[in-house]
């Protein structure tokens, strides 16, 4: 770009720094609740909400605890809720068919929070973590993750959770063509309003380690997630995968984890223009509660301003656990 100021001192870009009347004038970007989707842990049971230890301010909740906080969500114009299983180890096996019981319990709740808060978007998570004896987000055969069983079981997934009322299908498996095969499935079932966010340019990142505690599936995994989530050292090739899930049907696209990956998000919004999100993941919140909670850091503008960062990299919007403070920030 060509230098479009004056030398000083004709130019003193302090001017527009002066007060915060100028500084609102000529500020680039900005957060709104509309920028926010909400990730919620549900669990069995009933009037239960329990803290995750590992993350600060974040609960599970049985069905009836989560459509109480969708209705909180929805008061607080969050326009999107997204819902994680913390499966009881008795239903993990090796097929994983609890993924696509109609009563499992991101299939409840869906149900239960359409029936208390209809407007607001239910988002789900499609992987089989939760179901899978070995933690893995595929099946394994022969200590191999094998890819297109593993979609032809997604696919399940995908029409369970469509037919409970989900509006937005999440994969986040990294599977090969499970965007094609769940649009396709979607499409010749009725269901072809219901959207897919794909998690395009997953990393296989040490940031998840929280959340893994939180669904309860850190115990259960064996290895790493190296054969299908994505190389932290690779930028090219996430613009291969958002290109190539666009290409499959995916409506709106995510890059995961959130802020230690803003080049991602940057190019990915620069090359496509698409709707484009990013999930600051549990380590991610685990890392500033920690400091906040050690008064080291001030919680509430880190959390703003992490939200800003995203805003100025190009995102449309955050899957943060901060969502609720944020909204209420928002709205005070
Ligand atoms: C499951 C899934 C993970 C996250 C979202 N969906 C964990 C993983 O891939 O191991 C991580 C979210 C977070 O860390 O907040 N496939």
Wanted: glycine fraction near 8%; charged fraction near 20%; aromatic fraction near 8%.
């Amino acid at each position: 770009m060509k230098p479009t100021i004056a030398p000083f001192p004709a130019a003193r870009p302090r001017r527009t720094r002066k007060s915060e009347a100028i500084r609102g004038l000529v500020r680039e970007n900005s957060i709104s609740v509309d920028d926010l989707i909400w990730p919620v842990f549900v669990r069995d049971g009933e009037g239960i909400e329990e803290p995750v230890n590992s993350m600060p301010g974040v609960m599970r909740r049985s069905v009836d605890k989560i459509a109480q906080a969708a209705i909180e969500a929805a008061a607080l114009g969050i326009p999107a809720i997204c819902l994680f299983p913390y499966t009881d180890a008795s239903l993990k096996t090796e097929d994983c068919a609890e993924a696509w019981s109609p009563d499992n319990l991101t299939n409840k709740a869906i149900r239960a929070i359409k029936s208390v808060a209809p407007d607001l978007a239910v988002m789900t998570d499609v992987a089989l973590d939760p179901y899978n004896i070995n933690g893995h987000d595929g099946y394994v055969v022969d200590g191999e993750i094998v890819n297109d069983a593993t979609v032809e079981a997604l696919v399940k997934m995908t029409l369970a959770q469509a037919d409970a009322g989900a509006d937005i299908i999440g994969p986040s498996d990294m599977m090969d063509g499970r965007i094609g095969a769940m649009r396709q499935a979607l499409e010749t079932t009725g269901h072809h309003n219901v959207m897919i966010l794909s998690y395009a340019a997953k990393y296989a990142s040490a940031f998840y380690g929280p959340f893994r505690d939180a669904v309860g599936a850190s115990g259960a995994l064996t290895g790493d997630k190296k054969t299908y989530q994505m190389d932290p050292a690779n930028s090219n090739e996430a613009l291969r995968m958002i290109q190539r899930d666009l290409t499959e049907g995916a409506d709106m696209v995510m890059v995961k984890p959130g802020m230690p990956y803003l080049d991602i998000c940057h190019r990915v919004k620069d090359t496509f223009g698409v709707p484009t999100y990013a999930y600051q993941v549990s380590g991610e919140y685990a890392m500033i509660q920690a400091a906040a909670q050690n008064g080291w850091i001030d919680g509430e503008k880190i959390m703003l301003e992490s939200l800003m960062a995203f805003k100025r990299a190009g995102c449309d919007g955050v899957l943060t656990y901060f969502a609720p403070a944020i909204a209420k920030y928002l709205q005070a």
